[in-house]
C-alpha cells in the first residue's frame, strides 16, 4: 500500500465511502489537524508548557494516564540504564 499515491488512496476512500472527493478531503484536513493538534498538545505538556488539567480537559483521563504511564516508563528506563552504565 506504501507504493500507491495519494490521489489513489483518495480514489479508494471516494469510492468506498460514496462521497464526493471534497467531502473526504474535508474530513481528511479536519482528522489530520486534529491529529496534529493533540500531538502538539501532548509535546507541550510533556515539556511543562500546558497544565494537566489542560489536557484532562483536551484529550480526557485515560490519554492523560498512558501518557503519564509512558513517560514514567521512560523516565525509570533512563534511571536504570545511566545506573548500569
Known amino acids: 500500500m506504501r507504493d500507491k499515491t495519494l490521489a489513489e488512496h483518495l480514489d479508494f476512500i471516494v ?3 460514496g462521497e464526493d472527493e471534497a467531502a473526504v478531503l474535508a474530513q481528511a484536513l ?13 509535546e507541550a505538556y510533556l515539556l511543562g508548557e500546558v497544565s494537566r488539567e489542560t489536557v484532562l480537559q483536551e484529550l480526557g483521563p485515560l490519554r492523560l494516564a498512558e501518557i503519564d504511564y509512558q513517560r514514567n516508563t521512560l523516565q ?8 548500569r552504565a
Not at 30 to 42: C, D, S
Open 15 to 17: 469510492t468506498k465511502k
Open 76 to 83: 525509570r528506563d533512563v534511571e536504570w540504564g545511566l545506573k
Open 30 to 42: 479536519r482528522t489530520g489537524v486534529e491529529t496534529l493538534y493533540q500531538e502538539a498538545l501532548i
